[in-house]
């Protein structure tokens, strides 16, 4: 593992997971502290649910949606993190819920077969 990879490894917080109904895939949320100059982001990735790759997912994230606090816009968890819920609809079909004024960077609809779909909320 190189420096950039002992990097992600200490700045990244797992704080939560969800599997998918037919157990094959798991929505791992994470918060990353970006160091002195930003601040913390909330990410979420979606992985094989083999434990393989759920405990190398800081290392090598499928990350799926990005947010943040907005740069105080919104409070933040004791770790950082913006309150980013997960919910599996189907065994294909994730909903990633989100405070309406977080900072969003990423959301991606489709990671294989997979839709994912976003709803923020109050």
């Keep these: 593992m ?4 002992a990097y992600l490894k200490l700045g990244t917080q ?7 109904p037919d157990r094959r895939w798991t929505a791992v949320l994470m918060v990353r502290n970006g160091g002195a100059m ?9 992985t094989h649910a083999n434990w393989l790759e759920r ?3 800081w290392l090598w994230p499928e990350n799926v949606f990005i947010a943040d606090d907005n740069h105080g816009a919104l409070s ?3 770790q950082g993190q913006v309150g980013v819920g997960l919910k599996w609809e189907s065994s294909t079909h994730l909903e990633v819920s989100y405070p309406e004024r977080a900072r969003i960077f990423k959301q991606v609809v ?11 909320r109050n």
Excluded at 14 to 20: C, K, L, P, T
């Design 14 to 20: 797992r704080i939560g997971e969800a599997v998918s």
């Design 55 to 57: 405990g190398i997912v």
């Design 110 to 120: 489709n990671r294989g077969p997979l839709t994912i779909t976003y709803a923020s």
């Design 38 to 46: 930003t601040g913390y982001a909330t990410v979420v990735s979606v």
């Design 2 to 5: 190189g420096a950039s990879g």
């Design 76 to 78: 933040s968890g004791d």
